[in-house]
């Protein structure tokens, strides 16, 4: 690419009938004022492209660890949705088989509780039985007694 002093330094062959010299130099220098504002605004133009391509760059890797993260915490929350459910069922059936182990603890201690119920209704009913027995046979004493005391 021609800088603007490749064009200011440019010299042309002399020529017998070439152009007016003045008039060249003259639209040269104009040549080399506008190229030099065009080339610099270039150069301008390119050190911005360069700048914002470097903060898009940066966008882009903050979009993408932005990204990534969301993804992070939404697989981490169903996770910990997942586990809470799990937890959830784990203490349910812990909670379930306590609550079988003390309605079957209750079933044995009312059964043992009739158990002895019976048991004692039965000695209650034997001791009924052995005192009839006893008060009868006192009975029977007495009358004999009192049979022989009237004779």
Known sequence: MLTPLDIHNKEFKRSFRGFNEEDVDSFL????KDYEKLYRDNFDLKEAIERVNGKL????????????????????????????????????????????????????????ANAECDDL?????????????????????????????DN
């Open 121 to 149: 209704q039965k000695q209650a009913q034997v001791y009924r039985v052995r005192l009839r027995t006893l008060i009868q046979a006192q009975m029977e004493m007495l009358k004999t007694a009192e049979e022989e005391d």
């Open 57 to 112: 760059e940066h966008y882009q890797h903050m979009e993408s660890t932005l990204h990534n993260t969301l993804v992070i915490a939404q697989e981490t929350a169903e996770d910990v949705k997942l586990n809470a459910k799990k937890e959830t069922e784990l203490i349910l059936k812990e909670a379930q088989i306590r609550a079988q182990k003390l309605i079957e603890e209750a079933n044995d201690k009312l059964r043992r």
């Open 29 to 32: 220098d104009e040549v080399v």
